[in-house]
């Protein structure tokens, strides 16, 4: 059986800059289930929000992330976000990431709920593929790094509460393998197709979150999913992202009779909070009997636009649209998790030796609601921190025991493609923006049907993701940042401002914010 020191699972933000830290220690595989650069990360738009220009404060971040986070952000996990974040962003410069400048300084954009302009970009909006490239090229610079692409996780190996490796699919040669590991990192990104309609890429599916909570790790949060407001509404074309950005520099929202709409929901109007601004949008949908709302950004002067977006531009060009003269047509689509698999600061899960950092996990840091672009700092930061804890843990912790080789079927790296369709229905309809406890409990109805026909461990996995969010979603009974109920259609303080944590044996529990959920 194939030994290494290390894995990571993923090669987005995350596991790349663990790879990074890990790399220079000792050997290091990193899987990741497609093309080596599909990921959320290299569809980033907007940018990284980081405290470094001249009229920020770290204690302004921290503000603001608090904020968006409506009550549940662990204040520990945004302090070390917000303070260790511009050390990590210079590190990634000093790595030859080249963001956008004026003149020698670094440009800094503006996005809905921040109070300064703190959002640094890459060739306007290529933000990720530019972080992607400067880590990727630093991987390379590693010789004990192995990048491994078309290769899919589909079971941690644990075994007495320690994690001893993974099983994977290689899905172009069909072949099934288990690899032995000092410690592994999960950095497997959301979930976001487990929905309908999502901005994410397909490899987006959540097997990182199903596959710890299989192993034993708690979930937290899962109720906690953020609809992006403007993703593009195109008969034929993916639901393309039209970054927040463009609202923070000017864009609004109008509605099919051209009335800007956002000022009746919200005093920020288009720069509210994302879950305001997409319910307002789902809200002037059905008022209107209309299918989308559209960006208007015609009022900018065209060539600021071309410049300012000009990944946004051509896309929107390549379906026919010119954003310089003409309304964009929107609607929601799901875009972010903000639970995941819940870890301590340093990336721990509660087992020996499984980490997760990014999107995947749950540091308490986006609370009920994620402040736009801090998502990437996230991914930096404790992806950083997360691989220091594997190294510590490596080092002081006795080798591996050794593994009984029992590799799984290569089709249970595939997914049933009726069942996968219904999941994403049931979901979008049931399970979205706006949510009731009567559909909730009829959708967990339907996906525990889904549970019983799948065929695969891959779409066990993706059902299970779903009904993990499903049942959050029925037990939290308020509304509070990106969960909306209208059975529940307020905060409730006393009673709710708590993790939900799930767990394999434990079913479901409250937790309270800003403490420990497992011991050391
Ligand atoms: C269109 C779009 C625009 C965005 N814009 C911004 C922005 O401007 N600023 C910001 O801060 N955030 C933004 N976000 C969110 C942000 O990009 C993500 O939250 C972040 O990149 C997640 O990084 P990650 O490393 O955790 O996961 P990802 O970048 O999603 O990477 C996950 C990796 O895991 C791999 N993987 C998954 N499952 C398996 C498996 N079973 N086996 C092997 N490999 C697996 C995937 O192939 C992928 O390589 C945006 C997201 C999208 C979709």
Redesign the pocket.
Known sequence: MREVDFIV???????LRAAVELGRAGSVLI????ELT????R??????AVALSDDDEIALHFEDTVRAGAGLCDLEAVRVLVEEGPQYVQELIAWGCRFDRVGDQLAFGQEAAHSRRRIVHARGDA??REIVRTLLERVRELPRVEIRPH???VRLLVHDGRCLGVQ?VETRARTSHTVRAHAVVL????AGHIYLHT??PD???G??MAMAYEAGALLADMEFVQFHPTALHREGAPRF?L?EALRGEGGVLRNRFGERFMPRYHDAAELAPRDVVARAIVTELQRTDADCVYLDLTHLPAHFVRERFPRIYQTCRHYGLDLTREWIPVSPAA??FMGGVRTDLDGWTGIAGLFAA???SCTGVHGANRLA?????E?LVFGARAARRALAFASSAPAPPSLQESNVSPEEAEMDGAIVRRLRTIMWEAVGLIRHGDQLRSALDDLEALRRAAPTLATRHLVMVAWLVARAALFREESRGAHFRTDFPAPNEAQWRCHSIQHRERGIFTHPIGTEVFAR
């Open positions: 699972i993923g090669s987005g933000i995350a596991g899987l990741t289930k497609d599909a990921s959320s990360t569809y980033a738009q907007g940018g990284v933000t990720g290769a899919f996780a994977y950095a497997t990104g959301g901005t994410n490899v987006v599916t097997e990182g992202l970054s875009h972010y990014g999107e995947v672009s801090n998502s990437l700092l991914g």
